[in-house]
């Protein structure tokens, strides 16, 4: 088992903290707490026997954003009357959202740095992602339900009986729409896991077959999956992702082929489409997806303060007040219901939440970083290499976008798994 561990580790990453950082990642999705724990291990191995991390630019601008929290904590705890109803120490809470994250960023490097290591983490996530589809197929499929726990609710599955909501899987994770983030971060990855087996097998390689249908019952179990949560979401990073892990080479006959097959959902869920062409589309089309799609089964049952639009321009006056440093971590919760009456968490934009909580300086820096590195990432030729670093990139770039419409990230798994991503392309860019 620990030789099966060891293989692949990078020359620079100790062998204590790359079998503790290959184990957190499999045991992730499961528990962060588990993982938590083994990752306490790269994290303070990683941070030894290196150049100073001030040495790459990178860093410098995370702790430079770090700085800027900071103050804007500070601030608010000497103005905290402005603003009766929000608790000062949810400031200073949500800081552990972001700042151990920076550090992370620069400790797990070691880990992640060469293609080999990169895939064998890689395949630890695709297997970990197993418990979420077990459990997600067993709540809507089997009567599954719990809460499952363990140590006292230090381990908690949720598993709400019939889905949360009600219909849609959301399996050991306790809302649906985090299990898509999930799902749709590791799909990228079953797939280069899925082109890897198919090429063994077709090189009659040993062993190669069995393989190819353990990972085909896995890419089964997961579009099943995906297309359960009722995500629109991960039904788009499940598409889209297709061609960006095949590569270039593939998409002159991929794309028309995805065109062609996805035509008959645009025109049954377009508006404006001709009865004449629509009624067929729709005929073909499960009312279950055109409906979703375009709002139709929803359409009249939300509130005006419900909707994304109303919560971005709502937010986007409150930055106008305090554009520098914020509101203060979780404090649109606070606000909103004041402004409008309804409760909601967050702004469902990871860009106007951070501009939000922390003032537009940390928005810029922390979104124009992440793009950054995924402009790098496509400049330097990562989408034209081997099927694992395609993945890679196709699965810290899917759940980026997804950040555009919700904040998956506000789980911490989803949290751990994106920072691990992009420690990965800061490996590859350098």
């Given at each position: 088992?620990?030789?099966?561990?060891?293989?692949?580790?990078?020359p620079q990453a100790d062998a204590l903290g790359w079998r503790c950082f290959q184990l957190a990642v499999f045991v992730l999705p499961a528990s962060a707490l588990f993982a938590?724990?083994?990752?306490?291990?790269?994290?303070?191995?990683?941070?030894?026997?290196?150049?100073?991390?001030?040495?790459?630019?990178?860093?410098?601008?995370?702790?430079?954003?770090?700085?800027?929290?900071?103050?804007?904590?500070?601030?608010?705890?000497?103005?905290?009357?402005?603003?009766?109803?929000?608790?000062v120490s949810l400031a200073w809470f949500g800081l552990f959202n972001w700042l151990p994250f920076f550090w992370a960023f620069w400790a797990f490097q070691p880990y992640l740095?060469?293609?080999?290591?990169?895939?064998?983490?890689?395949?630890?996530?695709?297997?970990?992602?197993?418990?979420?589809?077990?459990?997600?197929?067993?709540?809507?499929?089997?009567?599954?339900?719990?809460?499952?726990?363990?140590?006292?609710?230090?381990?908690?599955?949720?598993?709400?009986?019939?889905?949360?909501?009600?219909?849609?899987?959301?399996?050991?994770?306790?809302?649906?729409?985090?299990?898509?983030?999930?799902?749709?971060?590791?799909?990228?990855?079953?797939?280069?896991?899925?082109?890897?087996?198919?090429?063994?097998?077709?090189?009659?390689?040993?062993?190669?077959?069995?393989?190819?249908?353990?990972?085909?019952?896995?890419?089964?179990?997961?579009?099943?999956?995906?297309?359960?949560?009722?995500?629109?979401?991960?039904?788009?990073?499940?598409?889209?992702?297709?061609?960006?892990?095949?590569?270039?080479?593939?998409?002159?006959?991929?794309?028309?082929?995805?065109?062609?097959?996805?035509?008959?959902?645009?025109?049954?869920?377009?508006?404006?489409?001709?009865?004449?062409?629509q009624d067929p589309a729709r005929a073909v089309v499960p009312q279950s997806i055109w409906g979703r799609l375009n709002d139709f089964n929803h359409h009249g049952h939300r509130?005006?303060?419900?909707?994304?639009?109303?919560?971005?321009?709502?937010?986007?006056?409150?930055?106008?007040?305090?554009?520098?440093?914020?509101?203060?971590?979780?404090?649109?919760?606070?606000?909103?219901?004041?402004?409008?009456?309804?409760?909601?968490?967050?702004?469902?934009?990871?860009?106007?939440?951070?501009?939000?909580?922390?003032?537009?300086?940390?928005?810029?820096?922390?979104?124009?970083?992440?793009?950054?590195?995924?402009?790098?990432?496509?400049?330097?030729?990562?989408?034209?290499?081997?099927?694992?670093?395609?993945?890679?990139?196709?699965?810290?770039?899917?759940?980026?976008?997804?950040?555009?419409?919700?904040?998956?990230?506000?789980?911490?798994?989803?949290?751990?798994?994106?920072?691990?991503?992009?420690?990965?392309?800061?490996?590859?860019?350098?």
């Amino acid at each position: 088992m620990l030789a099966r561990l060891d293989a692949g580790r990078p020359p620079q990453a100790d062998a204590l903290g790359w079998r503790c950082f290959q184990l957190a990642v499999f045991v992730l999705p499961a528990s962060a707490l588990f993982a938590g724990l083994l990752l306490l291990v790269p994290l303070i191995q990683g941070s030894r026997r290196r150049a100073p991390w001030w040495h790459d630019r990178v860093n410098v601008l995370w702790m430079l954003t770090a700085a800027l929290m900071v103050v804007g904590a500070v601030a608010l705890t000497f103005r905290s009357q402005e603003v009766p109803d929000y608790p000062v120490s949810l400031a200073w809470f949500g800081l552990f959202n972001w700042l151990p994250f920076f550090w992370a960023f620069w400790a797990f490097q070691p880990y992640l740095a060469d293609g080999a290591a990169r895939r064998r983490v890689a395949l630890a996530l695709v297997a970990g992602t197993v418990p979420v589809l077990a459990t997600g197929l067993g709540q809507l499929l089997l009567g599954w339900h719990g809460p499952w726990q363990i140590l006292g609710g230090a381990v908690i599955w949720h598993l709400k009986e019939g889905g949360n909501p009600t219909g849609r899987l959301s399996g050991l994770f306790d809302y649906a729409n985090i299990t898509a983030a999930w799902l749709a971060l590791s799909w990228p990855l079953l797939l280069a896991a899925l082109i890897s087996c198919w090429r063994r097998w077709r090189d009659r390689l040993a062993g190669s077959g069995w393989r190819l249908l353990v990972v085909l019952l896995l890419v089964v179990a997961q579009v099943a999956s995906m297309v359960l949560t009722d995500s629109r979401n991960a039904w788009g990073v499940m598409v889209t992702a297709v061609p960006l892990v095949a590569g270039p080479a593939s998409w002159i006959w991929m794309l028309p082929l995805l065109a062609l097959a996805l035509l008959p959902v645009a025109l049954a869920t377009l508006p404006g489409v001709p009865a004449l062409l629509q009624d067929p589309a729709r005929a073909v089309v499960p009312q279950s997806i055109w409906g979703r799609l375009n709002d139709f089964n929803h359409h009249g049952h939300r509130k005006l303060a419900s909707l994304r639009i109303t919560q971005w321009s709502v937010a986007a006056s409150l930055i106008a007040e305090r554009p520098w440093l914020g509101w203060g971590a979780a404090a649109f919760s606070v606000i909103y219901p004041l402004r409008t009456g309804r409760w909601h968490g967050h702004t469902h934009n990871i860009s106007i939440d951070l501009a939000f909580s922390y003032g537009l300086p940390v928005g810029v820096l922390v979104v124009g970083l992440v793009l950054w590195l995924h402009i790098r990432g496509v400049r330097q030729g990562m989408l034209q290499g081997p099927v694992f670093d395609r993945a890679w990139w196709t699965a810290a770039f899917m759940l980026a976008v997804l950040h555009a419409t919700d904040i998956p990230t506000y789980d911490s798994r989803v949290n751990i798994a994106g920072w691990i991503l992009l420690a990965g392309l800061r490996c590859w860019s350098r």
